[in-house]
């Protein structure tokens, strides 16, 4: 597997404009977190990507947004909750 810009698996937003680079479910990750919709928890995006909402998985999935928040990829509030970045 040839990895994006940078050498990184989850690239920074600067390094690679397009989602393609990213592995398929942090684009599905992203595409949950749609611009111009209110902020979603970690438990509302696994509701819509059809995961389990039991604790354990909504917290493992938290990584994930997390790392898109890191990467510049996703913005969080400061109730917690993850969007689109400004």
Same mark, same amino acid.
């Given at each position: 597997?040839?990895?994006?810009?940078?050498? /990184?698996? @989850? &690239?920074? /937003?600067? =390094?690679? %404009? !397009?989602?393609?680079?990213? +592995?398929?479910?942090?684009?599905?990750?992203? $595409?949950?977190? &749609? *611009?111009?919709?209110? +902020?979603? $928890? &970690?438990?509302? @995006? &696994? =509701?819509?990507? !059809?995961?389990?909402?039991? *604790?354990?998985?909504? =917290? !493992?999935?938290?990584?994930?947004?997390?790392?898109?928040?890191?990467?510049?990829?996703?913005?969080?509030?400061? %109730? !917690? %909750?993850? %969007? +689109? +970045? $400004?």
């Amino acid at each position: 597997m040839q990895l994006p810009p940078g050498g /990184r698996l @989850i &690239c920074f /937003r600067h =390094e690679a %404009a !397009g989602v393609h680079v990213l +592995p398929a479910d942090y684009q599905a990750l992203l $595409s949950a977190v &749609c *611009p111009g919709q209110a +902020p979603l $928890s &970690c438990k509302t @995006i &696994c =509701e819509q990507l !059809g995961l389990s909402v039991e *604790p354990g998985q909504v =917290e !493992g999935t938290r990584a994930k947004p997390n790392r898109l928040v890191e990467r510049g990829r996703l913005r969080k509030t400061a %109730a !917690g %909750a993850f %969007a +689109p +970045p $400004s």
